[in-house]
């Protein structure tokens, strides 16, 4: 398998973007990333997006954004993991270029979720239909009741989970495509609105509309094309039982696990050889529990550690510099992919304000569901 590289990036504003349709704002994206990269032609292209049919009613994606882009004629297809699908995109785009089949791939994800009359029937559908959704609870609901055993068995606390959001929210407001760039406090965390106990509004991430795209190339043929090109060092993923009622331990994300375990083996490296992350913070207790299944942390002090700094961007492992889901937005089929732009500026030294210093290996990780899904990403500057 040949080695891949990211040669250029683009993404949009995320946010209510009342006044851009799916399609706007997918080209926004992939036309950033062309002009990035300065590439000629695209051979092939990815689309991550999880439910365009229930929030915009358009399916056929592929097609649809291909003929839009002026590029009509080049194969194109939409891939869908529920909120894991930009990553699982970037992954399909990965091995595309690694075995050979095209040169040039562009990978992109789009969510176009202001739009849908009802935003909580659309996400639920990546939940257990018939043992979950059916029964009426919601994602809310499936994340407090992991933030609930979490701190029975570890003895997280609640102060420990509003830093996270405390945290996100600082490294967003220096982000200038982030939806929410404003600071908030614990207690404004504490305090906010209750939406599912232990969680408040601000425990949540929003909902939002968005894209975001990558230019993949063979490593051989990245200096044509960009002067600080990233390569991927590996791609992990995995799967577990979708419904929390059938795992053996909701506290531990077995899917996140295994994709992080998977790509570590790929890449022959260890948590401790991460020097950022980007990971999939829905909620402020899914950002603990995966930054401990990683291995970023010991299981169980995902609170601790980050109430003590150990994840901020001057910390020993800066994770979610964007200002993650939580403060950058979450339009679910554009994160996966707007993790990975976070991760090569970061590694170009392009972050502004929020850089982490001596970036030089960077991780990502998406989700989809409460867990169901996840897909670890690990990049490099050459």
């Known amino acids: 398998m040949r080695e891949v590289a990211v040669i ?14 799916l399609r706007d704002l997918f080209v926004e994206a992939a036309i950033k990333a062309i002009d990035d990269a300065g590439v000629d032609h695209i051979d092939s292209m990815y689309v991550g997006c999880m439910s365009s049919g229930l929030f915009v009613g358009q399916e056929h994606l592929g097609a649809l954004l291909a003929d839009y882009l002026g590029v009509s004629g080049i194969p194109s297809a939409r891939i869908e993991s529920a909120c894991a699908s930009g990553g699982m995109a970037l992954r399909q785009g990965f091995i595309e270029v690694a075995s050979g089949m095209s040169d040039i791939v562009l990978v992109g ?30 994602f809310p609901g499936l994340y407090a009741l992991i933030a609930r055993a979490h701190m029975e068995r570890y003895g997280t606390t609640r102060e420990q989970l ?58 051989e043929l990245a200096k044509k094309y960009q002067d600080i090109p990233i390569k991927i060092l590996a791609s992990g993923a995995a799967t577990d039982t979708i419904a929390l009622h059938q795992r053996e331990d909701i506290t531990t994300l077995k899917a996140v696990k295994l994709s992080a375990e998977r790509a570590f083996k790929q890449a022959g490296l260890k948590p401790e050889d991460i020097d950022v992350a980007e990971v999939h913070d829905c909620f402020t207790i899914a950002e603990i529990c995966i930054i401990e299944d990683i291995g970023f942390v010991e299981k169980g002090k995902g609170g601790e550690y980050t109430a003590k700094g150990y994840t901020a961007l001057d910390g020993k492992i800066p994770i979610n510099p964007s200002g993650g889901l939580k403060s950058k937005g979450h339009p679910v089929g554009a994160t996966g992919v707007a993790q990975a732009v976070e991760i090569v500026e970061q590694l170009r030294g392009n972050a502004g304000k929020r850089q982490v210093k001596n970036a030089r290996i960077g991780l990502t990780q998406n989700m989809g569901g409460s867990g169901a899904s996840s897909v670890v990403h690990i990049f490099s500057v050459v």
């Open 109 to 138: 994800g789009v969510e176009k979720m202001t739009d849908c009359h009802d935003v909580t029937y659309a996400l639920a559908t990546a939940a257990d239909q018939e043992y979950e959704a059916y029964f009426g609870v919601t």
């Open 8 to 21: 250029g990036c683009g993404m949009t504003k995320f946010g209510e973007l009342w006044d851009k349709s």
């Open 162 to 219: 509003a830093h996270v959001a405390v945290k996100n929210h600082r490294n967003g407001a220096l982000n200038p495509n982030a939806q929410f760039r404003r600071e908030i406090t614990v207690e404004d965390v504490i305090n906010a609105t209750k939406v599912a106990d232990p969680l408040t509004l601000l425990d949540c991430s929003p909902v939002s509309d968005g894209a975001a795209c990558v230019i993949l190339c063979p490593l």
